[in-house]
């Protein structure tokens, strides 16, 4: 104690923080510093994870534009087919034609397929159609107009009207069309939103 008193300020206040260091030291080994570390690990692990669930997110907002785009592709690609589809679908036109003559109330008389021709060079083909139906003129009008403005690719060639006689005057029309399609792969099995076994008949929804 006498040597402590004899030191100067200076000296005593550095055994003092010597004798805390020595008592603190194995207390940091032992207690603070496997919490720090352990701090440390957590804190980093956060971090990895944080990085993993915004990548996460990232991926499923990129998934869901995909999806989106994907979807409208889709929607694209189906009425490219219906336009120009890969094979004739006769039984198809004859069930669109009986649609529009529903619509427009009118006669159907006949539908007849002609033989299916290369348009030129590619794969193009042409399905010639002549179609004679019975009815007024402005519902005969609304028909060409139908078939004008369908889905599927249709070109009128020539239309042959002639008028009956009578009280109940009516007018005749020969209608040839066009429909076109790409070449026809023989293995294809069409399938159609109808009955297939109603082909043929005036009138398909029955």
Do not use: C, H
Request: net charge positive.
């Amino acid at each position: 104690m006498s040597l402590l008193r004899n030191s100067s300020k200076r000296e005593r206040l550095l055994v003092i923080v010597l004798s805390i260091l020595i008592i603190v030291y194995p207390y940091y080994n032992l207690f603070l510093k496997p919490i720090s570390q352990k701090i440390l690990i957590v804190n980093q692990s956060i971090s990895e994870k944080q990085q993993q669930y915004d990548s996460i997110e990232k991926l499923k907002l990129t998934n869901v534009v995909n999806e989106k785009k994907l979807e409208n592709i889709k929607i694209k690609y189906a009425l490219a087919i219906v336009s120009l589809p890969d094979n004739s679908r006769s039984p198809e036109i004859t069930y669109r034609l009986n649609r529009f003559v529903t619509q427009n109330s009118i006669n159907l008389i006949s539908v007849t397929f002609g033989q299916n021709v290369k348009y030129s060079k590619g794969k193009l083909m042409v399905l010639p159609v002549t179609v004679i139906i019975n009815g007024d003129y402005l519902s005969t009008l609304n028909f060409i107009s139908n078939i004008e403005g369908d889905s599927r690719i249709a070109e009128i060639v020539d239309i042959n009207m002639s008028s009956s006689q009578g009280v109940n005057a009516s007018i005749q029309s020969t209608i040839i069309l066009n429909y076109y399609y790409t070449q026809e792969v023989t293995s294809n099995n069409p399938t159609y939103d109808f009955k297939t076994d109603n082909v043929g008949k005036t009138d398909l929804f029955n």
